[in-house]
């Protein structure tokens, strides 16, 4: 289980999902589990037989961003490793990676997945330059 300043990544999460349209944070779960646990979700909910780094599940509303997401820590050390990046980096990617997810960004159609990588990286900003 990954060590995380709670109280930190909750108002660094608030002014990200603000950044938004000034959006809320409701309820946000994060189940961090392994590879097994999230290709057993991905195939029991999506019908998808692969792994992932993160499954998002959307229960927001209006203004409010709310949701249950499986990071498999497996894979974000696996693509921390692909990507060279460091594992806090690459963990702290995919968890608002997750919210980016609940704000309304897509990663899937044609050019989505660069708008969703450039709101990535201007989330990471934050949260290493402290700035909210």
Same mark, same amino acid.
């Given at each position: 289980?990954?060590?995380?300043?709670?109280?930190?990544?909750?108002?660094?999460?608030?002014?990200?999902?603000?950044? =938004?349209?000034?959006?809320? *944070?409701?309820?946000? @779960?994060?189940?961090?589990?392994?590879? &097994?646990?999230?290709? %057993?979700?991905?195939?029991?909910?999506?019908?998808?037989?692969?792994?992932?780094?993160?499954?998002?599940?959307?229960?927001?509303?209006?203004?409010?961003?709310?949701?249950?997401? =499986?990071?498999?820590?497996? *894979?974000?050390?696996? @693509?921390?490793?692909?990507?060279?990046? &460091?594992?806090?980096? %690459?963990?702290?990617?995919?968890?608002?990676?997750?919210?980016?997810?609940?704000?309304?960004?897509?990663?899937?159609?044609?050019?989505?997945?660069?708008?969703?990588?450039?709101?990535?990286?201007?989330?990471?900003?934050?949260?290493?330059?402290?700035?909210?």
């Amino acid at each position: 289980m990954p060590r995380l300043d709670r109280k930190a990544v909750k108002a660094w999460i608030a002014a990200v999902a603000a950044s =938004y349209g000034g959006r809320r *944070t409701g309820n946000l @779960n994060y189940i961090f589990c392994n590879d &097994d646990r999230i290709l %057993e979700v991905n195939n029991q909910f999506l019908g998808h037989d692969y792994y992932t780094d993160i499954i998002t599940f959307d229960y927001s509303g209006p203004d409010i961003v709310s949701g249950d997401m =499986y990071i498999s820590l497996d *894979t974000v050390k696996t @693509n921390a490793v692909k990507f060279k990046s &460091d594992y806090e980096r %690459e963990l702290m990617r995919v968890m608002i990676h997750g919210v980016l997810h609940l704000c309304g960004i897509n990663d899937k159609g044609p050019g989505e997945r660069a708008v969703m990588e450039a709101a990535e990286n201007r989330a990471l900003d934050m949260w290493y330059d402290k700035k909210f």
